[in-house]
């Protein structure tokens, strides 16, 4: 059962997990102006606005938008720009089957809203996300340049933050009621390092997902957060972080390299740093962006010493929210285990730091996540067999 929000009215259904929002709106809702075409993302046929912002509902699932705002070609009926594009394509002969169109005028509608003024050339790169087989655009490009003209002559400015800032499917964030507040810090962060100004410019943040995590280290809780200090070694302990300048007063920048097969992303970044002595607990909040795929991140990590007979267990409460390109690659079951993984590797870096055996060698290391990932698999295919050994069939 997933509730959400489809042309501002609240619903709620039962979707399996492979369904796609397409799939859900037709056969669910009856909103069968969304079109399938490709069922691959290409063509947009089946755009729909997500959170107020161009997607493709045949490659995006149902039940990720638990909580989203999902607009319809339906839901333009009364949307004054939406009137004037239907207009215009009349006008301009814009439509012949009109199989694309559903698709393409919320796409159209994207470009008016944000496009400063009718460039040919913007138009046509806006729209190129959405294909047509029967006008060869002419009249698509004239319809949409002229709602712009019009409406420019008018006076009537295009949105600052409207639109989607790249071509191509996006996702949605989870929602709650301050989405829109909380997702604007994302959006607005600047791309360099150099561009965050203060340790107050590194907004707090609500995460989109979670992870719980714990391990344990040979050592007193005393030396660990002492050793938790020392941000530059704490960052040479973790695979792929390294810092890009000496560490600040509750500030420090850095870059985090990842690798997942062919996908390669750099995000730079700042975080702040606060600490709590008297529970020896401390939290990182940080901001960061890779500029190759136009991704951004927030995260943020809470960490808690407890005393153990062996020595220390460290307690860490892991928040992040991603959105952009890499956004559509995350799954947060792998996610999660590819963290346990990650997390696993830090903690021997960092008792063997502690131990005074650590080479001392700062150099980042690529975060492979194919290689955690393939650790992972042989982990579990060896679960799986151990389950069907002959000692174990014996025994049952």
């Not at 401390?282 to 010493?305: A, F, K, M, P």
Request: glycine letters at 10%.
């Amino acid at each position: 059962m997933i509730a959400l929000t489809v042309n501002q009215r609240a619903v709620q259904a039962l979707a399996e997990p492979r369904t796609n929002l397409a799939d859900f709106v037709r056969e669910k809702l009856d909103l069968t102006g969304t079109h399938l075409g490709c069922e691959h993302g290409v063509c947009g046929a089946c755009t729909v606005l997500l959170d107020g912002v161009p997607a493709r509902s045949c490659i995006t699932y149902a039940v990720a938008c638990e909580g989203a705002e999902v607009t319809t070609i339906e839901g333009l009926d009364d949307d004054s720009v939406t009137t004037e594009l239907r207009a215009a394509f009349t006008r301009e002969h814009a439509l012949q089957c009109g199989y694309c169109t559903p698709g393409m005028l919320v796409s159209a509608r994207d470009l008016v809203l944000r496009l400063p003024q009718a460039d040919e050339r913007l138009i046509r790169v806006g729209l190129s996300g959405n294909l047509c087989r029967c006008t060869g655009y002419v009249g698509i490009v004239r319809a949409v340049k002229s709602v712009i003209e019009a409406r420019r002559a008018r006076d009537i400015a295009p949105m600052p933050d409207g639109g989607r800032k790249i071509l191509g499917p996006v996702g949605s964030g989870r929602s709650d009621a301050d989405r829109t507040e909380r997702m604007r810090p994302v959006e607005s962060e600047p791309t360099s390092p150099e561009a965050v100004g203060s340790v107050a410019s590194i907004p707090d943040f609500t995460p989109a997902t979670v992870l719980e995590q714990q391990f344990t280290v040979a050592h007193p809780p005393e030396q660990v957060f002492a050793m938790f200090d020392d941000i530059a070694a704490v960052a040479a302990c973790l695979p792929g972080a390294s810092l890009t300048a000496p560490p600040k007063s509750e500030r420090v920048e850095g870059a985090i390299r990842v690798k997942i097969g062919p996908i390669a992303a750099t995000f730079l970044g700042a975080a702040r740093i606060e600490r709590n002595p008297v529970d020896m607990s401390g939290r990182i909040v940080g901001i960061g962006n890779d500029r190759r795929s136009r991704s951004s991140t927030q995260g943020e990590i809470r960490y808690r010493l407890v005393p153990i007979e062996q020595g220390t267990r460290v307690d860490l409460s892991i928040g992040y929210t991603l959105t952009g390109m890499l956004a559509q690659v995350g799954r947060p079951g792998l996610v999660r285990d590819l963290a346990a993984r990650l997390i696993a590797e830090f903690a021997g870096n960092l008792d063997r730091r502690l131990s005074g055996t650590s080479p001392g060698d700062t150099t980042p290391v690529e975060l492979n996540g194919m290689a955690l990932l393939f650790s992972l698999l042989r982990a579990r295919a060896a679960r799986w067999l151990g389950r069907f050994s002959p000692d174990k069939d014996s025994a049952t």
